[in-house]
């Protein structure tokens, strides 16, 4: 087992590569869904991965979206991450990758490219890989509809998951998070005249606002509980048309099964407000919540390690955001998250990573896959069928 100090040194040597490899990393955009943009950027990934790995990427393709994997046959340990990012193509051009005094920024340089880069640094410090495997997808931000089935298929494989999503800015682990549930509510009214007969029509518009005042009363007062949050909405054709037709996108948070489930049954519950009106409602749960259990023994031997670094107390955190952890968590799978990057402002322009920790932070997983690989592997299942 390699020392963790010696790995904090060796790491320390590859900081000026690291920020290289994100600058570069961060200037290949991968906007969800732009399939010529994630193939690019898949490229590039798949060649780092091999340099550190030794073996080639699997890459995975459904729907078109390409994920990459690199399976080990007696899989100890799987890191999981995400190349794809929030941001459309082209802001690059306004944001491009920047460093000002160890803090850099640019779009998804913390969610989650700098946890990538990471990751491989990591990698890449250790003598034996061949328990490890690695899968990074490209749908996270989206749902993650295409890579499920693949992310819990290689978790059952794996005796522990580490998630190389981005830390707290204060450099603290994931324990727990919020499940989340995603909803599409679509209103069919009746058109009319916006001026000479409004009357005649069936406002799709009105209706989406009463059912939005409705889903308000579903979640909690404070923050720090269940959040029901309508995000998306769209309705009506031109300006002079009582509106037909109207969708809602509705956002729901919870840290339990039991909170999610109930807010479930809420919603596909819900009436119409306007006698002649309809409400039609799809979607569901999406992530259950990741429980602390867990993550409780993978978060002990992390602060051992981060003792040894000379890393102020390693904290576990709970964290209201969904990540693809909560899937491997979901099915007993030890997961421990936010292993990447520390840094802050995910999903806005202002997102920034903070180099100086980068090197303590590739020590630390480096450290937790170096005793994970070689210690006695546990619920685990053979490889198979892998494609």
């Given at each position: 087992m390699?020392?963790?100090l ?31 943009h994630?193939?690019?950027c898949?490229?590039?990934l ?8 030794g073996?080639?990427?699997?890459r995975?393709?459904?729907?078109g979206?390409?994920h990459?994997l ?6 100890r ?16 051009r306004s944001?491009?990758?920047t ?9 998804g340089?913390?969610?989650?490219k700098?946890g990538i880069v ?6 890449g410090?250790?003598e ?9 997808t490209c ?14 298929r ?11 999503e981005?830390?707290t800015?204060e ?35 009105v ?6 005042l409705t889903l ?9 509980g269940?959040s ?15 509106p037909e ?21 809420a919603?596909r519950?819900?009436?119409?407000f306007l006698?002649?009106a ?21 978060l002990?031997?992390?602060q ?27 099915l ?10 520390v ?6 322009a202002?997102?920034?990573?903070c ?7 590739t ?14 592997r546990f ?9």
């Amino acid at each position: 087992m390699e020392h963790p100090l010696r790995l904090l040194d060796a790491a320390e040597k590859l900081r000026t590569d690291m920020v290289d490899r994100l600058d570069a990393l961060v200037s290949c955009e991968s906007a969800p869904g732009s399939l010529p943009h994630l193939e690019t950027c898949a490229d590039l990934l798949a060649r780092w991965g091999e340099e550190v790995l030794g073996r080639p990427a699997r890459r995975v393709v459904v729907d078109g979206l390409p994920h990459l994997l690199w399976p080990a046959v007696d899989q100890r340990v799987l890191l999981l991450g995400h190349f794809d990012t929030v941001f459309p193509v082209g802001t690059i051009r306004s944001r491009p990758f920047t460093v000002r005094r160890d803090v850099a920024t640019g779009p998804g340089v913390c969610d989650m490219k700098a946890g990538i880069v990471q990751m491989f640094t990591a990698l890449g410090l250790l003598e034996d890989t061949s328990a490890v495997g690695v899968l990074l997808t490209c749908d996270e931000e989206t749902g993650s509809v295409t890579s499920r089935p693949l992310i819990e298929r290689e978790a059952r494989r794996s005796g522990a998951v580490l998630v190389c999503e981005a830390a707290t800015s204060e450099g603290h682990v994931k324990v727990a998070r919020k499940g989340g549930s995603v909803y599409r509510l679509t209103v069919s009214g009746r058109a009319a005249h916006a001026g000479v007969e409004p009357q005649r029509g069936v406002n799709a518009t009105v209706e989406v606002a009463h059912q939005v005042l409705t889903l308000r009363t579903l979640g909690a007062a404070d923050s720090g509980g269940t959040s029901v949050t309508p995000t998306l909405l769209s309705a009506g054709t031109t300006t002079n048309t009582v509106p037909e037709h109207a969708s809602l996108a509705v956002d729901v948070r919870a840290w339990t099964r039991d909170e999610l489930e109930r807010v479930d049954h809420a919603i596909r519950g819900l009436v119409p407000f306007l006698p002649e009106a309809t409400l039609a409602v799809q979607g569901g749960i999406n992530r259950y919540p990741m429980s602390p259990e867990l993550a409780r023994p993978l978060l002990e031997l992390a602060q051992s390690i981060a003792g040894q670094l000379g890393i102020p107390r390693l904290v576990g955190a709970s964290a209201a955001g969904a990540s693809d952890g909560n899937f491997t968590a979901a099915l007993g799978v030890p997961t421990l998250d936010g292993l990447g990057a520390v840094g802050g402002g995910a999903h806005a322009a202002d997102e920034y990573v903070c180099l100086d920790r980068m090197p303590e932070r590739t020590a630390l997983l480096a450290g937790l896959v170096d005793v994970l690989s070689t210690m006695e592997r546990f619920g685990s299942q053979p490889i198979d069928d892998i494609q």
